[in-house]
């Protein structure tokens, strides 16, 4: 309920999913109606599906549980941001687990036919042509996951509401493709499966200036950088005979730098360098200088605004 025009409106059935098309500057709701349903989530560059989704970079930059004021990654070279969480009403959702499949509920629980997030995203892509092997790897909203102190992911049960919702802001035009988790096994979605809303509707002026801005840089390559950028058609895989290597800044070429230290910053150096470098000075002050450098990274690479430098 939002008071604006509604540009597309949607109730996906257990069992389903819908692709839409979302452009720039819209807003993708992604509703619960009776509350404790996840949702599997894939998304397409509508002008160019080789750029889709990626939950590793998300996971990257956001964490595992990625909520309101973050972004959808695209996979590289592309790596731009997709769509940003705009609004996010009950905060637990999941880039830990992959999508349900066929094959899961067969080898874990014996069922020959069972509704599964794989398969249900490859009937609902169809309708844009792609096929079974174009679903990837899915943004898990209202899943609630957390990591045991053995390392591993474990679902824990859910506690959304009817009206909880997420809202998505698409900053690049998509094909956003939600779908009702086919778990009903597992505590994903409380051992039933219930149906989602979805609507679209304009973002307003102050949710289009909310994303902070992210670095546009020359690494986010397009199909016209590509030395080879034409899509392959056929299945097989043969070696091109006349292919020869280019790798980037291969052979790579090492130059030593001096770098003086005062007795001051020596001392400085052995007490906060980790002890495993012994008395190999370079390799002590390269450790800090990256260790300095990585959290730094990780801030400005997610578009939050960088540390204060000490
Ligand atoms: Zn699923």
């Known amino acids: ?61 956001h964490g595992f549980n990625p909520s309101r004021g973050t972004f959808l990654w695209s996979a590289p070279p592309r790596e731009r941001a997709m769509l940003y969480i705009l609004a996010d009403t009950y905060g637990r959702n999941d880039v830990l687990f992959p999508r349900c499949s066929a094959y899961l509920y067969e080898s874990a629980y014996g069922f020959a036919a069972h509704t599964n997030c794989h398969d249900i995203q490859a009937e609902a892509q169809r309708e844009y042509g792609l096929t079974p092997d174009d679903v990837h790897d899915s943004f898990n909203f209202f899943m609630c996951t957390e990591i045991g102190a053995d390392g591993r992911a474990t679902i824990t049960r859910q506690t959304s509401r009817p ?69 392959k058609a056929d299945r097989a895989l043969r070696r091109d005979p006349a292919y020869r290597a280019e790798f980037v800044n291969a052979p790579i070429v090492e130059t030593e730098v001096a770098v003086e230290l005062t007795a001051e910053e020596r001392a400085l150096l052995r007490e906060v360098a980790p002890d495993i470098y012994g008395d190999d000075e370079a390799a002590a002050l390269r450790d800090v200088l990256f260790s300095w450098w990585e959290a730094r990274f990780l801030q400005a690479a997610s578009g939050a605004p960088a540390i204060a430098a000490k």
């Open 1 to 61: 309920m939002t008071g604006r025009p509604i540009l597309f409106e949607w109730t996906m059935a257990p069992g389903t999913g819908k692709p839409i098309e979302l452009r720039a500057g819209q807003v993708l709701r992604i509703a619960q109606v009776e509350g404790g349903q996840c949702v599997d989530f894939n998304c397409f560059n509508l002008h160019d599906y080789r750029e889709f989704m990626h939950c590793g970079r998300t996971r990257t930059v």
């Open 163 to 231: 009206g909880d919702h997420i809202d998505l802001l698409a900053l690049i035009d998509v094909l956003a493709v939600p779908n009702v988790c086919g778990a009903d096994v597992m505590r994903t979605s409380n051992f039933a499966l219930k149906p989602i809303r979805l609507e679209v509707f304009a973002a307003t002026p102050d949710e289009l200036a909310a994303p902070p801005p992210v670095p546009a840089l020359r690494s986010q390559r397009t199909p016209a950088d590509f030395r080879n950028p034409t899509i």
